[in-house]
Structure formats: C-alpha cells, structure tokens
C-alpha cells in the first residue's frame, strides 16, 4: 500500500482514537486497522494451535512487547521451508514463540541451538513445545550467546554448517554477532537480524524525541544496518514485517 500524506493523517487520527491500542507495536504499517486486516484475513486463521496457545500465554507476560509477532511468526515458519533449512541457531528465545515457529518448519531431524540469558521465560513456552512434539529439535543453552559463538568458531568444525539464524537478542552487540556469524552460516544461507526498524525511529531526525532505551539502541541498530549494506559477503534484503527484518544471505 502507497503511504501518502493523506493516509499519514488519517492513520494519525486513528491513532488518536485508537489510543494505537495493542496492536500499535506489532507493525510499521501506518494503520492499525490495515494489520489488524492482515491478521484476522491470513494469520490467525493459519496460526497453529501451539503457536496460539504460546503467544497467548506470552500476552500475559509483563515482558509481552518483545515477543515475535504472529504475522512474523508465519514469515520465518514459510522462509525456513522455502530455504529447507536443517541446522538452524536462534539467538533471543524469550518464551519460545519465533523458536517454535522454527521448531515446527523443520523436517524431523532438523536441529536449532537456541540461546538466551534467562531461562525462565523459555520455561513457560517450553511445555507447549514439548506437547506441540518439536522439543527434541531444540537444545536450549542458558547464558549470553557470544561466548558460545567464540568457542563454535576456535573449534572450527562449525564454520559454515548453518542454514539459517535467527538473531533477536541484545541490538548493541548485532554487529559482534555478525562477525562470529557470517563464519558460521553456509555459502547459500541465512541471517535474519530482527528488529532493524528499531521501531521506526532509524528515520527520525537525531533531534527528535525518543526514549532514552529507544535513542541509545537506536544508534547501534543504524551502525548496524550501515555495516550490512557495506559488508560484501552478503546479499541483503531489509523487510518491514514485525519491527523490521534483515535477511542476509551469504554469497562467499
Ligand atoms: N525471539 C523471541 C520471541 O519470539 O518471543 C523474542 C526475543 S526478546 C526480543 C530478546 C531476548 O534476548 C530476551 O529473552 C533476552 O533475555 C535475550 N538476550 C539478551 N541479551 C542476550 C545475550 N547476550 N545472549 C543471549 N540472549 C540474550
Ligand atoms: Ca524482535
């Protein structure tokens, strides 16, 4: 849909309306009603069973605005079948819903190592993994991810062996994950870097009022997004689903 000036407006009035209500977060489409649309048309009807159970579940969650949206939920569930990913990494689990959206598109014997500093969340989606029959392609490890990242790339028998990474954890150090990263996908496969529209603010003029949280991360993701448009072993293809998605596949 063209964004104008007039839609612009009356997306503003909505919103005044709307007070942006829950949905607001979720997307960087300028009307509410238009995401709204898309979920009740196309997602909700589609969502499998468990991933509504998890995402209803997380809505109780005080934490709630950093799950994946269900709408990127159903994206990455498509991709990862599109690429026939196998050996997948994720990077930021929370409780689990981008995970069990991984855990449900890969075959069988698929595989993902899934990362996060904080257990206890993962703990309250993981029962619904177990009951959804996907949990033995999930190893879970607790702790930040770089260290791990640092120990895959000294042993050296990783490099290259990912078909696909999910990252959506801490956005000041995307550009420390990259590095390790890029090593660590196969020539041919993905990185998707969430969260790259911080939001909407990378467009804002550096004047404009923000959030502290929101203008201290705000400079990491556009050093960021710089770093990937420059870096040449990688094609790249920034979305607007969610909060914004990086797809970067690696060419050599
Ligand atoms: N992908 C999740 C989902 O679908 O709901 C959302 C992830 S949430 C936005 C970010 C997560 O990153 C949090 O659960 C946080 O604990 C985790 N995190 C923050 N710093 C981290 C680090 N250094 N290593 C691993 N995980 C980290
Ligand atoms: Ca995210």
Redesign the pocket.
């Known amino acids: 849909m063209a964004i104008n000036e007039e839609t612009k407006i009356d997306s503003n009035n909505e919103e005044q309306a709307s007070g942006h209500q829950e949905v607001g977060h979720k997307s960087l489409l300028q009307s509410d009603a238009l995401y709204q649309y898309i979920l009740e048309t196309s997602v909700y009807p589609r969502e499998p069973t468990p991933m509504k159970e998890l995402r209803e579940i997380?809505a109780k969650h005080p934490?709630n605005v950093?799950?994946?949206s269900a709408d990127?939920?159903q994206f990455l569930n498509m991709l990862l079948k599109l690429v026939n990913a196998k050996n997948t990494m994720?990077?930021?689990?929370?409780?689990?819903?981008?995970?069990?959206?991984t855990a449900l598109a890969l075959p069988e014997d698929g595989k993902i190592l899934a990362?996060?500093?904080?257990r206890d969340?993962?703990e309250l989606?993981r029962p619904i993994i177990e009951k959804a029959g996907v949990a033995h392609k999930i190893d879970f490890k607790e702790?930040?991810?770089?260290p791990v990242l640092d120990e895959m790339i000294v042993d050296g028998k990783y490099h290259g062996t990912y078909d696909f990474i999910?990252v959506?954890?801490?956005k000041d150090?995307y550009i420390n994950y990259h590095k390790r990263l890029v090593d660590l996908v196969k020539v041919g496969g993905l990185i998707g870097y969430?969260?790259t529209l911080w939001n909407g603010p990378v467009a804002a003029p550096p004047d404009a009022p923000m959030a502290k949280y929101v203008s201290y991360y705000r400079d990491f993701v556009l050093e960021f997004n710089k770093a990937l448009a420059a870096d040449p072993r990688i094609e790249i293809c920034m979305l607007p689903v969610g909060d914004g998605i990086t797809l970067c596949r690696r060419i050599n």
């Open positions: 997380t934490m950093m799950a994946t990127e939920g994720e990077i930021g689990v929370f409780t689990g819903y981008s995970l069990l959206a990362m996060d500093i904080n969340d993962y989606g702790g930040p991810a770089m999910f959506d954890a801490d150090n969430d969260n």
